[in-house]
Structure formats: structure tokens, C-alpha cells
Nanobody, 115 residues
């Protein structure tokens, strides 16, 4: 059974930074596409960043240039470095592992950007 546990969320002022981590257990995810998604109140869940390898990443336009996704296969961990945070980045952030057939989600971590 695959388990994903996110950490690193919290309250930060606009312009600040946070680093989210997603620790996976239950299987080796080194060759599995991983992603970060977020869901703000009253909105649909949306893709933030996807990583297959360090040179194969994809970002939503809203975070491009501010967020960086990375992975540490030795630790079965994926990170999301978030810089220049804006109030509109406030959401619950979820980690996703594209394991066939249905994928796995973490429980989410709250990120609040407010002064």
C-alpha cells in the first residue's frame, strides 16, 4: 500500500517562502511521475507542478518562475519550493503519485499566505 505524507505547510506573509515535502512509503517511486496539486476553498483541485525527473518538469502558468519541484529518489521524497508567495496561493496542497492504475494522494497540507 502506497502512502504519501506531506509536510511543510503553514502561515506565511506575502512575498515569503515555504518548502513542502512529500514522503512516500510502501513502494519505490523513483520512476513514477509525481505531482503537487492544490485546492482553494470553493474551487476545483488544480495542478501546480509535475516531475518525472529533474529535467522533465511541468508547472502551471500561475506558479512558473516562483515554484520549483524536485525529487530525491534515494529518500523517496518530492519537494516543492515556493517563493514569492501570493495570497492567491492559499490552498490545501496535495502530493500525488501516478501509480497505475488509479494513483495515490496524500492527505494534504494547508498553505496560507496572509499579512
Amino acid at each position: 500500500q502506497v502512502q504519501l505524507v506531506e509536510s511543510g505547510g503553514g502561515l506565511v506573509q506575502p512575498g515569503g517562502s515555504l518548502r513542502l515535502s512529500c514522503a512516500a512509503s510502501g513502494t519505490d517511486l523513483s520512476f513514477t511521475p509525481m505531482g503537487w496539486y492544490r485546492q482553494a476553498p470553493g474551487k476545483q483541485r488544480e495542478m501546480v507542478a509535475i516531475i518525472i525527473s529533474d529535467d522533465r518538469t511541468n508547472y502551471s502558468d500561475s506558479v512558473k518562475g516562483r515554484f520549483t519541484v524536485s525529487r530525491d529518489n534515494a529518500k523517496n521524497t518530492v519537494h516543492l519550493q515556493m517563493n514569492s508567495l501570493k495570497p492567491e496561493d492559499t490552498a490545501v496542497y496535495y502530493c500525488y503519485a501516478a501509480v497505475i492504475p488509479s494513483g495515490y494522494w496524500g492527505q494534504g497540507t494547508q498553505v496560507t499566505v496572509s499579512s
